[in-house]
């Protein structure tokens, strides 16, 4: 699984910033998988509003005026599509 997610991460065009700087091996899905670490898409106590705005545009998604159900959908919509 952590070559098939290095080779996903290198062929995109544009590399999310958090996805950045460490390389693929210490920053990526196999590595939260081992951790135990995951993204909470609930606004009091994972991603704020904003933040998921921000990691939105990062990959390619347009947040204005949608909920943060809508603009959870799209993260979700877009991560695949770009697997």
Do not use: A, M
């Amino acid at each position: 699984l952590q070559y098939y997610v290095k080779e996903k991460r290198d062929s995109l065009s544009v590399v999310p910033q958090y996805l950045q700087g460490k390389g693929c091996f210490n920053h990526n899905l196999w590595k939260g998988f081992l951790n135990n670490q995951s993204i909470v898409f609930q606004p009091n106590i994972g991603w704020s509003n904003d933040l998921l705005s921000e990691r939105l545009i990062e990959i390619g998604g347009v947040p204005s005026h949608k909920s943060y159900y809508e603009k959870t959908r799209d993260y979700y919509s877009l991560l695949i599509k770009k697997l």
